[in-house]
């Protein structure tokens, strides 16, 4: 891409686990990148109901910088309606450098992995995956059942990285913010983007 700013599309939607998507846009923030935002109405609900966070005070930029800081304003934000089909990010010509669906509900992931394509998080996917950019999907639920594995597998066979929300216990984690901070660094490593957010392991 000509321009030095990363450009990562990110996807919310209604599971369990919205402090994942919130450490994750807080880190891509830090790190100077343009996070395309797309909140389902039920992804909206599950920040509502599980965090702080003000989603519905001024722009989501500034809730952010209430929430975590100055140092977020590295990056921008820009927000997109879920139903908003004819978006830039629903097209190929639009350049991004991938995308990250977090947390990835099962129904998001059904969507996916059969190119449903019925929203704009599944479109932006779609075009995701059939430009040949990376898409990581960060499914949340348990346990899993056979249909819920084969989509896994199908979206992997697509192209897709899967990143079970799975943090590690190693870094002898204390607060649940340091647990949400190490599935946000493995997602960003995975676009190339260092965030030196827990120590890594060392024999």
Known sequence: MSDTKKKIVLGITGASGAIYALHTIRAMLVNGVEVHLVISDYGAYVIETETDFPLKSGTVLDGFRQKFGEEVLNGDVVRYSNKDLAASISSGSFKTDGMVIVPCSMKTLSGVSNGIAANL???????????GRRLVLVPRETPLNKVHLKNMLAASDAGAHILPAMPAFYQRPSTIEELADFIAARILALFDIEAELFEPWQK
């Open 121 to 131: 998080i599944e479109r932006a996917a779609d075009v995701t995956l059939k430009e």
